[in-house]
């Protein structure tokens, strides 16, 4: 009867600018649920606040509700520089509620990535608990992510040096031979 969904759209390409979204649905023809959502998102994010909407959709219609009239909101920002974010919601029957925000890439310290820094970030689930009168109560998990972000070529010095020192090694024979 209930689910969430999240995904990353990026229609410019891997490391640029791109939206989050997340999508919980209540399926249940009968009974309205209160939802509460919690998604932590990585430091390689630098999310567009401006750009945050909220929309619900019922069997009747779709309405954009601004992000000051959900029951429950929090964004906390954490150290490292990644952020929570969530919210509390009643859904009614046969409804969804979607989420979107923007974000921009950011540009890491090379000791910030981490090991195989190709592979890219690992991005939390984000949990969702839904709460009815006509049904247990019940926690569901989001898909995982798995982000890419710009990369410095960490292979740069080297290939500088390389050529370098090749082309002193040519000069420098060269004027030898002569």
Same mark, same amino acid.
């Given at each position: &009867? &209930? #689910?969430?969904? #999240? @995904? &990353?759209? @990026?229609?410019l390409g891997q490391a640029n600018r791109g939206t989050y979204e997340v999508q919980v649905m209540n399926d249940d023809f009968a009974c309205a649920t209160d939802v509460s959502f919690s998604q932590t998102l990585p430091p390689v994010l630098e999310p567009v606040w401006q750009s945050l909407s909220v929309w619900i959709t019922t069997q009747e219609y779709e309405y954009e509700l601004h992000w000051k009239y959900l029951d429950e909101k929090r964004v906390d920002f954490r150290k490292d520089g990644g952020f929570d974010l969530g919210f509390t919601h009643k859904l009614p029957a046969k409804s969804s509620l979607r989420l979107l925000l923007d974000y921009g890439p950011v540009f890491l310290n090379t000791q910030d990535f981490p090991g195989d820094a190709n592979r890219g970030f690992e991005i939390p689930l984000a949990l969702a608990h839904f709460q009815s009168s006509c049904r247990p109560s019940i926690q569901l998990y #989001?898909?995982?992510h798995l982000l890419l972000a710009p990369l410095p070529d960490m292979s740069m010095p080297f290939n500088v040096i390389s050529l370098t020192c090749t082309l002193y090694a040519f000069v420098i024979g060269s004027l030898i031979n002569l």
């Open positions: &009867f &209930f #689910s969430v969904q #999240s @995904r &990353f759209l @990026r229609t #989001s898909n995982a």
